[in-house]
């Protein structure tokens, strides 16, 4: 068993440049429990206000299908997770969905319209890095099991999930 500090330091590579310890503004929804680790997001710029772009199947709110995050304030986009090549499934090449018919979105908040959100993300991690082909083993942070994203909305501090999803 791989002990908690372990995924805390090691972030999936998909995401490695976005994450950083999580900050205190998202308890207690977003927490880290036994099999799980948060990180908040922040762009590389150090900008913590980002938009959420992903595919909307249907009318909820919520996101789904390859994520990326922009930033308010340099403007950068950056990839955040891919279900079909990242995590579990996607690592291993199991993931099928079919996404291209989906329209891109950017996350609005439910509330207010806004898009510009604080995020954090919650990873369900492998716990026994065993269960996992032998050349994968060393790097079982990019192997997490389903993945949600938290947000704060910038405008009218509404809280929620924007995106989750099971990647084994
Ligand atoms: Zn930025
Ligand atoms: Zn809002």
Known sequence: MQDGSYFKNHPPRC????CRSLPD???????ECAGY???GLLCPC??????????????????????????????????????R????????GQFSAE??????????CPDCGGKTHELGILLEV?????DLPEEHRSRPE????????????????????LFSQECA
């Open 15 to 18: 995401m490695s440049r976005l």
């Open 25 to 31: 503004q998202f308890l207690p929804d977003l927490k």
């Open 37 to 39: 680790v948060a990180f």
């Open 46 to 83: 150090g900008s913590s206000r980002l938009m959420l772009l992903g595919k909307r199947d249907g009318h909820a709110p919520d996101l789904c299908g390859p994520l990326a995050v922009r930033c308010d304030d340099c403007g950068k986009e950056n990839p955040l997770l891919d279900p």
């Open 85 to 92: 090549k990242d995590g579990y499934d996607g690592e291993l």
């Open 99 to 108: 996404y291209d018919t989906l329209p891109a979105t950017e996350y609005e």
């Open 126 to 130: 492998q716990g026994e890095p065993g």
């Open 142 to 161: 990019d192997f997490f099991n389903s993945a949600s994203v938290y947000g704060i909305c910038a405008h009218c501090d509404a809280r929620g999930w």
